[in-house]
């Protein structure tokens, strides 16, 4: 997270309510910040601000249970403007959220340290015993225990405990200690008094006292000696600790007994680490030394030089390490807080501008979808140059701004060429060329949830509108057709959205297969989140160009170079040449041979040559949307003219059937039948089957009669009836699925 001081400069403090001012000054108080800081900054108000204000309500904060900490700052300067930066190298997973770190949410500098510990006047020392005993075994567990010890040769001077005893239960301890007429040393052993005696927290199996004798990872230690032991106490409170007992060692700590549950060591130990972290993070300093599952801790119940150990409490905070762990999450997870619709009644909050008009908003997500060679990467381009300059693209207007285009698939020097090529064939000058950066990562690309943070960090700051990645599959991190793997791979786009401000724009190409049978929405391959997450979603489908239709197209082609060879020999084609005669290759043809050079005819010759080279490559596409936050627009025909897409404003692609779809007419058309027979009847009904089975179904293999039926538009029943006929499918409970064998 940034520096306070520079967070700040986004927050005028004219713009600020009194609650709000409060609310710095005891945000930066928490975070260790000096009373200057808050001064210096209210002083750029000079309306409101009265020297030595700000030093005389420093004193009056105490502090809270719940303190004002860095998030509101942060939060405050987010709603004037400011994006947070994400510092740090390491790849973050799924999870990962990149923002300020909110693990702190206790100041230790508002607790008292000074006071004294709760005495239990209630309970003898073999009461206390008894107690921890009875809270934290099971009566057929195995105890360890240590009364004897031996002075360290070490220049400390300090006493090391021996291995002590390990085979009684506590069951039997319990049983001994309760007929021992108060005297703990009758039935553990004599100890020495000036030392004090330990206990081992965790059950054994009664075969030795080390890691792999803990026949269950029950409990962890937290022992702390760096503050008071009030504070020591009153921070296990407010963390909330799931705490099975707490002892006064009869020094300087108190030994808190927590709940950690764990399964096996692989998880007591990755629990015992998150533990310490939220305990440090907080002022709670964890003698690490103390993570072994087999550690000893100090028995309640005996003297320790002038003091005794004794138990403070059992069974204090959450009840479990899960209910904890959710605790903490709650805290820590920097969500914002519930709202109340009615406070927007009069106050709608303002929509994002748009980015390509009547498509996709600012600061949203759209997914274009298609198959190989449709030319995706050239409309991305043809997208970012029309950002750039503030153009139209494909008709819609667009924003005008900067963007980056993240170039995963091409090389360098091609990527380059792409876009001065597309800027050429656009007819655009490059008037706003500095608005696009590219970011070529050809070789060089992780996986999204790597390259989210690493985008983040050299992006921000940089004002970008857009930021366009080329193509996913390059980055894709998991099972494309799993729904779970692939919400949390299009988080990262969230995350890029939310942080950087700008929309994130991405494309995917389709499955294998004829696509004309599919919905526009289903055609993307891999796992039906891809249609369901973005915001804007253009397809494209390849359109079947027939012979006619590319004919017209050559000649319409030929004819407007023979007038552009025409007009650049400075004849007046409109003088020379009819109406007609300009829409007729042939004519025109005619007339360039009648009034060119004959060296300047034979160049044209040449030029007509590579016009019909070029012709016979165009490909014609569909492109149908569907927005979350548009209405549905009719689709769009258009051209693939190496190297762009120009749109059919003429309407000649407007009956155009997809490349591979067989419509009625194509096939009354071929086949000279009126009708189809009873086997090309069913054979249909059956692909349909397949083709909504396939795109409906979960990752369990089943999918819903109710969603066969909205894919296909038939009733439930006609479905039921279809997969039937099909044979190959089980219906039960108004689900389906393919059989088996």
């Given at each position: 997270m940034d520096n306070l001081t520079e967070i700040l400069k986004y927050i005028p403090p004219d713009s600020c309510n009194y609650t709000e001012w409060v609310n710095v000054g005891m945000a930066l108080k928490f975070e260790g910040y000096s009373c200057n800081v808050w001064e210096d900054w209210s002083s750029l108000d000079s309306r409101r601000f009265h020297p030595g204000e700000c030093a005389e309500k420093w004193e009056s904060f105490k502090g809270s249970s719940t303190p004002v900490t860095a998030g509101t700052v942060v939060q405050m300067a987010k709603e004037r403007g400011y994006k947070p930066i994400y510092h740090g190298d390491e790849p973050l997973d799924f999870d990962s959220v990149i923002c300020e770190d909110?693990?702190?949410?206790?100041?230790?500098?508002?607790?008292?340290?000074?006071?004294?510990?709760?005495?239990?006047?209630?309970?003898?020392?073999?009461?206390?015993l008894i107690t921890y005993l009875e809270t934290l075994f099971n009566s057929d567990e195995n105890v360890g225990y240590v009364t004897k010890s031996y002075e360290s040769k070490n220049k400390d001077g300090k006493y090391v405990p021996t291995k002590g005893h390990w085979d009684r239960t506590a069951g039997q301890l319990i049983d001994e200690l309760s007929k021992?007429?108060?005297?703990?040393?009758?039935?553990?052993?004599?100890?020495?008094?000036q030392v004090g005696a330990w206990i081992r927290f965790n059950p054994l199996d009664g075969n030795g006292i080390k890691n792999e004798n803990v026949s269950d990872f029950r409990y962890a230690l937290v022992e702390s000696d760096n503050i008071s032991l009030t504070q020591q106490y009153e921070l296990i409170k407010r963390l909330e600790l799931p705490v099975a007992a707490i002892v006064y060692s009869g020094s300087k700590s108190v030994h808190a007994i927590i709940k950690i549950n764990a399964p096996d060591f692989t998880e007591y130990r990755k629990r015992v680490d998150f533990l310490y972290k939220i305990c440090a993070k907080n002022g709670l300093t964890v003698d690490t030394q103390n993570k072994n599952p087999s550690r000893l801790s100090r028995m309640p119940g005996v003297k320790r030089g002038e003091n005794m150990q004794y138990l403070l409490d059992t069974n204090i905070g959450k009840a479990s390490w899960d209910d904890w762990k959710e605790f903490i999450d709650g805290i820590t997870d920097d969500l914002p807080d519930f709202e109340n619709?009615?406070?927007?009644?009069?106050?709608?909050?303002?929509?994002?501008?748009?980015?390509?008009?009547?498509?996709?908003?600012?600061?949203?997500?759209?997914?274009?979808?298609?198959?190989?060679?449709?030319?995706?990467s050239f409309a991305l381009i043809e997208l970012c140059i029309s950002i750039a300059e503030g153009r139209r693209w494909l008709g819609y207007k667009c924003a005008k701004g900067k963007v980056l285009y993240v170039n995963l698939e091409l090389d360098k020097p091609s990527c380059i060429h792409r876009f001065f090529d597309a800027y050429k064939a656009m007819g655009l000058s490059r008037n706003y060329i500095k608005n696009i950066k590219i970011w070529n990562l050809r070789?060089?690309?992780?996986?999204?949830?790597?390259?989210?943070?690493?985008?983040?960090?050299?992006?921000?700051?940089?004002?970008?509108?857009?930021?366009i990645i080329d193509p996913i599959y390059k980055v894709i991190t998991g099972d494309e057709n799993s729904a779970d793997q692939m919400a949390k791979f299009c988080n990262q786009f969230d995350k890029i959205c939310a942080q950087l401000g700008c929309s994130v724009i991405y494309c995917h190409h389709h499955s294998k297969g004829a696509q004309g049978d599919k919905r526009s929405m289903d055609r993307a391959s891999g796992s039906g989140v891809f249609a369901r997450d973005p915001d804007a979603l253009l397809d494209l489908i390849e359109l079947e160009i027939t012979d006619s239709l590319r004919s017209q197209e050559e000649n319409k082609a030929i004819c407007k170079t023979c007038t552009d060879v025409l007009t650049a020999s400075g004849i007046d084609v409109d003088e020379e040449v009819s109406q007609d005669d300009m829409c007729s290759s042939t004519a025109m043809q005619k007339h360039c041979k009648r009034l060119l050079t004959d060296d300047c005819y034979n160049l044209l010759l040449n030029d007509i040559e590579d016009v019909k080279r070029t012709v016979a490559a165009f490909t014609a596409w569909r492109i149908e949307g569907t927005f979350r936050e548009f209405p549905k627009s009719p689709p769009l025909n258009v051209w693939f003219k190496y190297p762009i897409h120009e749109v059919d404003n003429i309407g000649c692609l407007k009956d155009?059937?997809?490349?591979?779809?067989?419509?009625?007419?194509?096939?009354?058309?071929?086949?000279?039948?009126?009708?189809k027979t009873d086997e090309q009847r069913k054979e249909e009904r059956i692909q349909t089957i397949e083709t909504a089975f396939e795109n409906c179904k979960n990752?369990?293999?089943?999918?819903?009669?109710?969603?066969?039926?909205?894919?296909?538009?038939?009733?439930?029943?006609?479905?039921?009836?279809?997969?039937?006929?099909h044979g190959g499918f089980w219906i039960e409970d108004k689900k389906t699925g393919r059989k088996k064998g």
């Amino acid at each position: 997270m940034d520096n306070l001081t520079e967070i700040l400069k986004y927050i005028p403090p004219d713009s600020c309510n009194y609650t709000e001012w409060v609310n710095v000054g005891m945000a930066l108080k928490f975070e260790g910040y000096s009373c200057n800081v808050w001064e210096d900054w209210s002083s750029l108000d000079s309306r409101r601000f009265h020297p030595g204000e700000c030093a005389e309500k420093w004193e009056s904060f105490k502090g809270s249970s719940t303190p004002v900490t860095a998030g509101t700052v942060v939060q405050m300067a987010k709603e004037r403007g400011y994006k947070p930066i994400y510092h740090g190298d390491e790849p973050l997973d799924f999870d990962s959220v990149i923002c300020e770190d909110n693990e702190k949410f206790i100041d230790i500098g508002y607790i008292d340290s000074e006071g004294e510990l709760p005495v239990p006047h209630d309970k003898t020392p073999v009461e206390q015993l008894i107690t921890y005993l009875e809270t934290l075994f099971n009566s057929d567990e195995n105890v360890g225990y240590v009364t004897k010890s031996y002075e360290s040769k070490n220049k400390d001077g300090k006493y090391v405990p021996t291995k002590g005893h390990w085979d009684r239960t506590a069951g039997q301890l319990i049983d001994e200690l309760s007929k021992s007429n108060g005297d703990i040393g009758a039935v553990l052993g004599d100890y020495n008094k000036q030392v004090g005696a330990w206990i081992r927290f965790n059950p054994l199996d009664g075969n030795g006292i080390k890691n792999e004798n803990v026949s269950d990872f029950r409990y962890a230690l937290v022992e702390s000696d760096n503050i008071s032991l009030t504070q020591q106490y009153e921070l296990i409170k407010r963390l909330e600790l799931p705490v099975a007992a707490i002892v006064y060692s009869g020094s300087k700590s108190v030994h808190a007994i927590i709940k950690i549950n764990a399964p096996d060591f692989t998880e007591y130990r990755k629990r015992v680490d998150f533990l310490y972290k939220i305990c440090a993070k907080n002022g709670l300093t964890v003698d690490t030394q103390n993570k072994n599952p087999s550690r000893l801790s100090r028995m309640p119940g005996v003297k320790r030089g002038e003091n005794m150990q004794y138990l403070l409490d059992t069974n204090i905070g959450k009840a479990s390490w899960d209910d904890w762990k959710e605790f903490i999450d709650g805290i820590t997870d920097d969500l914002p807080d519930f709202e109340n619709l009615s406070d927007y009644e009069n106050n709608l909050p303002e929509l994002s501008p748009p980015l390509i008009e009547n498509v996709l908003r600012q600061g949203h997500k759209m997914l274009l979808a298609g198959p190989s060679k449709a030319g995706k990467s050239f409309a991305l381009i043809e997208l970012c140059i029309s950002i750039a300059e503030g153009r139209r693209w494909l008709g819609y207007k667009c924003a005008k701004g900067k963007v980056l285009y993240v170039n995963l698939e091409l090389d360098k020097p091609s990527c380059i060429h792409r876009f001065f090529d597309a800027y050429k064939a656009m007819g655009l000058s490059r008037n706003y060329i500095k608005n696009i950066k590219i970011w070529n990562l050809r070789g060089q690309s992780v996986p999204m949830d790597q390259l989210a943070p690493m985008l983040i960090r050299r992006a921000a700051k940089q004002n970008f509108i857009a930021v366009i990645i080329d193509p996913i599959y390059k980055v894709i991190t998991g099972d494309e057709n799993s729904a779970d793997q692939m919400a949390k791979f299009c988080n990262q786009f969230d995350k890029i959205c939310a942080q950087l401000g700008c929309s994130v724009i991405y494309c995917h190409h389709h499955s294998k297969g004829a696509q004309g049978d599919k919905r526009s929405m289903d055609r993307a391959s891999g796992s039906g989140v891809f249609a369901r997450d973005p915001d804007a979603l253009l397809d494209l489908i390849e359109l079947e160009i027939t012979d006619s239709l590319r004919s017209q197209e050559e000649n319409k082609a030929i004819c407007k170079t023979c007038t552009d060879v025409l007009t650049a020999s400075g004849i007046d084609v409109d003088e020379e040449v009819s109406q007609d005669d300009m829409c007729s290759s042939t004519a025109m043809q005619k007339h360039c041979k009648r009034l060119l050079t004959d060296d300047c005819y034979n160049l044209l010759l040449n030029d007509i040559e590579d016009v019909k080279r070029t012709v016979a490559a165009f490909t014609a596409w569909r492109i149908e949307g569907t927005f979350r936050e548009f209405p549905k627009s009719p689709p769009l025909n258009v051209w693939f003219k190496y190297p762009i897409h120009e749109v059919d404003n003429i309407g000649c692609l407007k009956d155009v059937e997809p490349v591979g779809e067989q419509t009625w007419r194509s096939n009354f058309q071929k086949s000279g039948k009126r009708s189809k027979t009873d086997e090309q009847r069913k054979e249909e009904r059956i692909q349909t089957i397949e083709t909504a089975f396939e795109n409906c179904k979960n990752d369990s293999g089943e999918a819903s009669i109710k969603d066969l039926a909205e894919y296909t538009g038939f009733s439930e029943k006609t479905i039921c009836r279809r997969l039937k006929e099909h044979g190959g499918f089980w219906i039960e409970d108004k689900k389906t699925g393919r059989k088996k064998g």
